[in-house]
């Protein structure tokens, strides 16, 4: 994950709740990857330290357990930045230039010079980090999913030219996030319509107060559509579970006004986040128990990152 800053709801269902069940079934490595924010800001580092801090707490709130998987960061390990110069060395130019990400991206942040080596080349930096840990598996949403056949493309042909030294990564695929942003946009920090797991109550309660509804409905007295009101995706989310029958029902006959139904969502809402806001609270108060924690997660990927580069350098033969 970039540390772009703090993380909203978007990420957790598109993410960090399936991340939390994985760590309980598979040995599983996550990690923040602060050199990739490079390839996109690499003249705005100036938030990157604080990002990472507030995204591992998130991390933390959230229930990524230190006992269980191994959280670290990304620069910590050198080794990544040695692999990912062997594989540049076999990878071929075209297999970057047709990866559908680059042209996207190179199409959409116009107010950007995306003309680098970097840019062209995190793929080949997002293999290394995954063969490194000879990952059986990269669990990602259907936009990523490119990035690993890749990864998968990089590693075979590294195994032809060398010996059988990575495993061949799967896909997992995860769903992608349906909670939408305030505008029933992809939620995105970007786009100013977010809701943060590190807000307040207060906070989402404001936040939620301003959420578009169904488009269609503009009197109480209308009856509203909740299959395309985002409110609603949210009660499905967050509210006890008698309650989105009822606000189906009451929503249709127009029983029951937007504002009302956004009240009771954000209270929902706020109390879902409650676990979340008391973890945070506590690492927040101790952080010189997060920064171990990070310590601990790079020491152990440094010393998986370091057996797999002994068995890279033999097998290429330098
Ligand atoms: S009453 Fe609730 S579900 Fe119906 S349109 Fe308003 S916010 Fe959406």
Not at 162 to 175: A, C, K, R, S
Not at 177 to 186: E, M, P, Q, T, Y
Not at 247 to 262: H, N
């Amino acid at each position: 994950m970039r540390p772009t800053g703090p993380l909203h709801l978007g990420n957790l269902h598109g993410a960090l709740a399936n991340w939390k069940n994985m760590q309980d079934d598979y040995e599983c490595f996550f990690f923040i990857a602060d050199w990739h924010a490079l390839t996109t800001d690499y003249d705005a580092t100036e938030p990157i330290k604080a990002n990472i801090h507030a995204v591992f707490l998130d991390w933390l709130s959230v229930g990524l357990s230190p006992e269980k998987c191994t959280l670290f960061v990304q620069s910590h390990q050198k080794e990544h930045a040695e692999l990912f110069l062997l594989l540049s060395m076999i990878t071929p130019l075209p297999w970057l230039e047709r990866n559908p990400t680059y042209k996207e991206q190179m199409d959409q942040l116009k107010t950007r010079d995306l003309t680098t080596f970097g840019f062209l080349g995190y793929p080949v930096l997002q293999a290394a980090d995954i063969i490194i840990y000879k990952a059986n598996g990269v669990p990602v949403g259907i936009d990523q999913a490119p990035h690993v056949e890749l990864t998968r493309e990089i590693a075979r042909r590294f195994n032809h030219f060398y010996g059988d030294v990575f495993p061949i990564p799967d896909t997992i695929l995860t769903e992608t996030s349906k909670v939408l942003g305030l505008d029933r946009r992809k939620m995105s920090k970007s786009y100013e319509n977010a809701i943060f797991l590190s807000d307040s109550p207060d906070e989402i309660r404001q936040k939620v107060a301003q959420m578009i509804t169904d488009p269609q409905r503009a009197r109480k007295a209308d009856p509203g559509n909740p299959d395309i009101c985002n409110v609603f995706s949210f009660h499905k989310l967050y509210s006890a579970e008698e309650t989105p029958p009822r606000i189906d029902s009451e929503c249709r006959k127009a029983q029951i006004g937007c504002v009302e139904c956004k009240k009771l969502m954000a209270e929902s809402l706020v109390e879902a986040l409650a676990p979340i806001r008391e973890k945070r609270s506590y690492y927040e108060t101790r952080p010189e128990m997060v920064t171990e924690i990070m310590q601990t997660g790079n020491e152990h990927a440094n010393r998986v990152a370091r057996e797999t580069m002994k068995d890279v350098r033999e097998a290429v033969g330098i």
